[in-house]
């Protein structure tokens, strides 16, 4: 694959398009959900772990979260869209890779229950997980996926607003079983929605699986720095909590002693 940073004529762009190259615009996107996405596990591990004066679960913070979250949930949106354009694999190539992720994300529930901080059962993994398989039917709509996307999220607003309690099995749709505790919840209703508009968008953007000619063929100088952040999101997402907590910790920071 042709590095982002390197120049390209149209031929080899659509050389590296046919092939499977990426676009660095959205690898930069992912950067940015990345940095975001560090930023407030940093001030969380401040407030779960150091006791100090700031609300990470309420407030600003809270919705801080939330648009991370977003981003991230809009590009897998738009990256599913770009992966349709490209053919290939079926249905099965995103049954496997949600299986994938759902199984990452099964992996930190596992671990979050270990250590006793909480119930991680339908968290981002799991909701990008069960996402993927999900849009496989929507993947070739435009507006549809517009109307869809925003329907269910308003839906799935208005469910939690009324904080809806009940069965574990309706975790996935936005009902918490009474008195649990969990500090990663993304259920289906609304946050599929932000994926389904994020499908919209990568349709109408990367319509034939190429970047729009207005946009430039190698990431400017500014926005190179996130392109190894997007290109590795997922292993930077899987490690940076128990090495940034560890390094909190060894710097005294921290008191791993208060959970």
């Known amino acids: 694959m042709i590095p ?30 990345i940095l975001m996405m560090v930023v407030y596990h940093f001030t969380f591990d401040l407030y779960a ?11 600003f913070w809270a919705r801080f979260a939330d648009a991370t979250a977003s981003l991230f949930l809009f590009l897998v949106g738009v990256s599913l869209a770009i ?4 053919g ?10 949600g299986l994938r992720i759902f199984g990452y994300g099964m992996l930190l529930t596992v671990v979050f229950l270990v250590f006793g901080m909480g119930i991680v059962a339908f968290g981002i993994l799991h909701l990008i997980g069960v996402s993927i398989v999900l849009s496989y039917p929507f993947l070739k709509f ?12 308003a839906a799935g607003l208005y469910l939690q607003a009324g904080d809806p309690t009940g069965s574990a099995w309706l975790l996935p749709f936005g009902v918490v079983p009474e008195g649990w505790a969990m500090p990663d919840y993304r259920p289906l209703l609304p946050w599929f929605g932000v994926v389904l508009v994020g499908i919209f968008f990568g349709n109408v953007i990367y319509g034939q699986g190429r970047r729009p000619a207005r946009l430039p063929a190698s990431a400017p100088v500014l926005a ?19 090495v940034m907590v560890a390094l909190l910790a060894a710097l005294g ?4 002693g208060l959970f």
């Open 4 to 33: 982002a940073t390197a120049e390209r004529g149209p031929a080899t762009e659509r050389s590296a398009t046919s092939k499977g190259g990426r676009f660095w615009e959205v690898d930069a996107a992912r950067g940015v959900a």
């Open 49 to 59: 772990f150091g006791g100090y004066d700031v609300d990470a679960v309420s407030g």
């Open 83 to 86: 992966s349709s354009k490209r």
């Open 88 to 97: 290939g694999g079926g249905f099965r190539k995103y049954l496997l890779r």
């Open 142 to 153: 435009r507006l549809t996926n517009l109307v869809l996307g925003v329907a269910v999220f």
């Open 224 to 242: 190179r720095p996130l392109l190894p952040l997007g290109r590795n999101s997922l292993a930077i997402y899987l490690i940076h909590q128990p």
């Open 253 to 256: 920071v921290v008191d791993l």
